[in-house]
């Protein structure tokens, strides 16, 4: 079983900035694709960014140049920070992620969600 954890959400000020983190614990050989969605109220979930298990990374292009995605294999953590944000960003962040299993079977995983909110 695998479960992903988020953290770090939180009020900021426009302009500001913040870093959610995805943490992933349980049993499993790797996590791989691990990519940060986000749902606003009265609005469709939508990817912001996404990382390979090789480093590669893309992003939505409302978030490109202010948002860097990053990942700590040691630490079965991702992390999403956050910079310029604007009041438009304001949304629950999810993390999503695909882990290997020691059956040598992929899983898909999300966690609870982390509410970002960014004031004008």
């Known amino acids: 079983q695998v479960q992903l954890v988020e953290s770090g959400g939180g009020w900021v000020q426009a302009g500001g900035s913040l870093t959610v983190s995805c943490t992933a614990s349980?049993?499993?050989?790797?996590?791989?694709?691990v990519t940060w969605f986000r749902q606003a109220p009265g609005k469709q979930r939508e990817l912001v960014a996404r990382?390979?298990?090789?480093?590669?990374?893309n992003y939505a292009y409302s978030v490109k140049g202010r948002f860097t995605i990053s990942r700590d294999n040691a630490k079965n953590t991702v992390y999403l920070q956050m910079n310029s944000l604007k009041p438009e960003d304001t949304a629950v962040y999810y993390c999503?992620?695909?882990?290997?299993?020691?059956?040598?079977?992929?899983?898909?995983?999300w966690g609870q969600g982390t509410q970002v909110t960014v004031s004008s």
């Open positions: 349980g049993t499993f050989i790797s996590i791989d694709t």
């Open positions: 990382i390979t298990s090789g480093s590669t990374t």
């Open positions: 999503n992620a695909y882990a290997l299993l020691h059956d040598r079977t992929s899983i898909n995983v």
